[in-house]
């Protein structure tokens, strides 16, 4: 299984970013993609996630109504849309992946992809 994650930048408090991650190499078409972020000197913590057996989705409460995670299965891709960007997401963000629903605990999540770091200035 490979995982690659892309569309991290720069951007003021307040603007929008999307994060794409590709995932090739499930067997299964069941599986969970999520999204984790490790800020410096902090633990690496989940911050999305999304099944394709039945769509079912996890934010946590702080990005909840300011993120959106989605997927293309005709891609392969997951996205994660971020709006309304504040200074505490200042952080890398990974993609990971798991068979089964979804989970929130970076321990659920057997396969990564490289980070992409993501800047919120004020």
């Known amino acids: 299984v490979q995982l690659q994650a892309s569309g991290g930048g720069s951007v003021q408090s307040g603007g929008s970013l999307i994060l794409s991650c590709v995932i090739s190499?499930?067997?299964?078409?069941?599986?969970?993609i999520g999204w984790f972020r490790q800020a410096a000197g902090k633990e690496r913590e989940g911050v999305s996630c999304?099944?394709?057996?039945?769509?079912?989705?996890y934010y946590t409460d702080s990005v909840k109504g300011r993120f959106t995670i989605s997927r293309d299965a005709a891609k392969n891709t997951v996205y994660l849309q971020m709006n309304n960007l504040k200074v505490e997401d200042t952080a890398v963000y990974y993609c990971?992946?798991?068979?089964?629903?979804?989970?929130?605990?970076?321990?659920?999540?057997?396969?990564w992809g490289q980070g992409t770091l993501v800047t919120v200035s004020s």
């Open positions: 990971a992946a798991r068979t089964g629903r979804i989970g929130s605990t970076k321990n659920d999540f057997p396969y």
């Open positions: 999304i099944a394709t057996s039945d769509g079912a989705t």
């Open positions: 190499g499930f067997t299964s078409d069941d599986y969970a």
